[in-house]
């Protein structure tokens, strides 16, 4: 394995040492600077750097950074979360695909590939190229389940809320349909309905997905289930972002509800470093 230089954000912190400097000026513009610069020249470098929340200056950061390491042999970007993922597809006229948009805005910055967890339009694990990026997409399905298993017990039946989540899930979902973009200025596709065809009578669940935003998925996803007879329900997902009060909400609905530390959270209770390290 090749030896590569590590660069840490600040937004790193809670789990590796920063060694760059961000800031701001005094009329918000974003200052960034690699004090050792000069010395990667010629070397392979790995930056750490979480691009949510605050997703906009986090991606301009996450530019200067690659253009501040002049000379690299090649550039590595660990973002936990990929933001606009959700975004990679269409719906009405005049629409972008932000996910591929952003994805050739950090290829232009100099990043030859990007680490990331459970990207929302790759659907799979494994190295994939989207938007002229290679993709290195780790699940960390296998470890949501493994904790789901701790606290609920072993025999747990796993599901995902939707068709997405089948890599997640093995394969097993229900059946969501979506309406049209509702009315004011918040892009949302509300949930029409959401339906399951097998049996849950007595069955400990655990629903599986790749994030949570603000709940109504999973909101559907338990009722769907409580209206089946299901058991004891677990919800867990890589990415919390729990918008609007969905975490206290999702907790008083299901038995347990956890998330990984992509996005740190106070239901972050999977460490996603420790998939990292073991398929690096």
């Known amino acids: 394995m090749k030896t590569m230089e590590q660069l840490v954000s600040p937004n790193f912190s809670d789990l590796l040492a920063p060694n760059v400097e961000m800031k ?16 990667l020249r010629g070397r392979d470098v790995r930056v750490f750097h979480r691009l949510y929340p605050n997703q906009n200056s986090a991606l301009l950061q996450a530019v200067f950074l690659a253009k501040a390491i ?11 979360y990929l933001p606009y993922s959700r975004q990679d597809k269409t719906w009405l006229e005049g629409e972008v695909k932000s996910a591929e948009i952003a994805m050739s805005l950090l290829k232009w910055a100099g990043y030859a590939r ?41 025999d747990l039946e796993v599901i995902g ?3 997405g989540a089948n890599y997640m899930s093995g ?45 109504s998925t999973m909101v559907k996803a338990v009722e769907n289930l409580r209206k089946n007879g299901a058991g004891k329900i677990a919800i867990a997902a890589t990415h919390g972002f729990f918008l609007k ?16 530390n992509t996005i740190p959270s106070a239901a972050s209770e999977v460490n996603f470093m420790d998939a990292f390290l073991k398929e690096r």
């Open 24 to 39: 701001e000026f005094p009329d918000g513009d974003t200052y960034v600077r690699v004090p050792n610069a000069e010395a």
């Open 70 to 80: 002049v000379g690299a042999k090649s550039l590595e970007l660990v973002a936990p």
């Open 114 to 154: 990007i680490t990331t967890f459970d990207c929302h339009f790759l659907k799979k694990a494994g190295e994939m190229e989207y938007g002229g990026m290679k993709i290195r997409n780790i699940t960390l399905s296998s470890s949501l389940i493994a904790h789901a298993k701790k606290r609920l017990g072993e």
């Open 161 to 163: 809320p939707d068709a």
């Open 171 to 215: 394969g097993k979902s229900m059946k969501k349909v979506r309406g049209d973009y509702g009315e004011g200025n918040i892009v949302y596709r509300d949930i029409k309905k959401m339906e399951i065809d097998y049996d849950v009578s007595g069955k400990n669940m655990l629903i599986i997905d790749d994030m949570v935003s603000t709940g």
């Open 245 to 260: 009060d969905s975490l206290k909400k999702l907790g008083l609905l299901s038995d347990c509800i956890f998330v990984s």
